[in-house]
Nanobody
Framework: QVQLVESGGGLVQAGGSRRLSCAAS????????MGWYRQAPGKQRELVAVITSGGSTNYADSVKGRFTISRDNAKNTVYLQMNSLKPEDTAVYYC?????????????WGQGTQVTVSS
């Protein structure tokens, strides 16, 4: 079983930056995409950013121009660089890996890391 371990969360002032990391406990084969989701209190979990196996990226409109997703395949790690943080970015951030295809398709989730942005 693969474990995804997130780190980098914490308290940051508005306008500040934070980098989240998500490391897989071992290599994952047939990755389709790796991504970051977030869930604020009382809200549904939403996609923040995703990077495909081919390197294409996609971002939620609310974070475009401020957040950057990247990955290091050699380290089985995906990152989320968050700049110009706003109080509305406060949420638990979850790492996600989409792997496999057809009946072998599956998803791994991390345990989440809290990011709190103070005004």
């Amino acid at each position: 079983q693969v474990q995804l371990v997130e780190s980098g969360g914490g308290l940051v002032q508005a306008g500040g930056s934070r980098r989240l990391s998500c490391a897989a406990s071992r290599a994952i084969f047939s990755i389709n995409a790796m991504g970051w989701y977030r869930q604020a209190p009382g809200k549904q979990r939403e996609l923040v950013a995703v990077i495909t196996s081919g390197g294409s990226t996609n971002y939620a409109d609310s974070v475009k121009g401020r957040f950057t997703i990247s990955r290091d395949n050699a380290k089985n790690t995906v990152y989320l660089q968050m700049n110009s943080l706003k109080p509305e970015d406060t949420a638990v951030y979850y790492c996600n890996v989409d792997y496999g295809s057809n009946r072998s398709r599956g998803f791994y989730w991390g345990q989440g890391t809290q990011v709190t942005v103070s005004s």
